[in-house]
């Protein structure tokens, strides 16, 4: 297995809804990504899951809160979100430790739209 | 300051013609550079990998090159077709893995 799936692929919301998104792989990679993107952009970082443990948070918002429940799944737990987050929810995963680890796997992506 | 640039911003091609997009960087310390295709509205799509000690890759009709010394990458595409309407991302990894950059992309549009 060489895929990183993410679920659902289209995600309609409202402000006051409570949704997740979810990201799973099973290629042994112990590191797990979250990124945002708005069209025409690039990704942007906004958690790192290093064996299971949040190692990184790029000043995200409470309002997104991520979940490693075990090394092969990653949660985005959604609660009064606005609509300028409106965005394609980017999950990636990388190997740690050998060789061919510094590269990311993305999944295709989960397009969320608040309204 | 780690930072990765694309040239052009956006590409209109016809099929069949080939193109080169331009990915320089500014990143250390440098462990790798990737080119991603990304469709829209879809995750990226690895294409090709380069490390220090490579100057030259391919993946069918997709042909990396890298310069090092430079701090310059390539991604050449020969006899294009419709479905390589895509973005292009170029993504340096820095420190070890620990640090992704990316580009901003470039917009390739390739008509019939």
């Known amino acids: 297995d060489t895929e990183v799936t993410q679920t659902p692929k289209h995600l309609v919301m409202g402000m006051t809804n409570k949704k997740s998104l979810k990201c799973e792989q099973h290629m042994g990679h112990r590191a797990m990504y979250w990124y945002k993107q708005k069209a025409k952009k690039p990704p942007e970082l906004m958690f790192v899951?290093?064996?299971?443990?949040?190692?990184i948070n790029e000043s995200v918002p409470s309002r997104f809160s991520p979940e490693c429940p075990n090394s092969s799944l990653l949660n985005l737990h959604l609660h009064a979100l606005q609509p300028e987050d409106s965005a394609l929810y980017l999950c990636?995963?990388?190997?740690?430790?050998?060789?061919?680890?510094?590269?990311?796997?993305f999944g295709a992506g989960s397009r969320l739209t608040v309204l | 300051k780690n930072q990765v640039e694309q040239s052009p911003q956006s590409l209109i091609i016809l099929e069949g013609k080939n193109c080169t997009l331009q990915c320089n960087y500014t990143v250390s310390p440098f462990s790798n550079l990737r080119w991603y295709k990304q469709d829209t509205g879809r995750g990226p799509v690895s294409l090709t990998i380069?490390?220090?000690?490579?100057n030259t890759k391919s993946n069918g009709r997709y042909t990396a090159t890298l310069d090092a010394d430079t701090k310059q990458s390539s991604l050449h595409i020969t006899a294009s077709q419709l479905s390589d309407s895509a973005s292009y991302i170029c993504v340096v990894s820095a420190n070890y893995g620990q640090n992704f950059v990316f580009g901003p992309g470039t917009r390739l549009s390739v008509l019939p």
């Open positions: 899951y290093s064996y299971e443990k949040l190692s």
């Open positions: 380069m490390t220090f000690s490579e």
């Open positions: 990636a995963s990388r190997l740690i430790g050998q060789s061919g680890a510094n590269v990311l796997t």
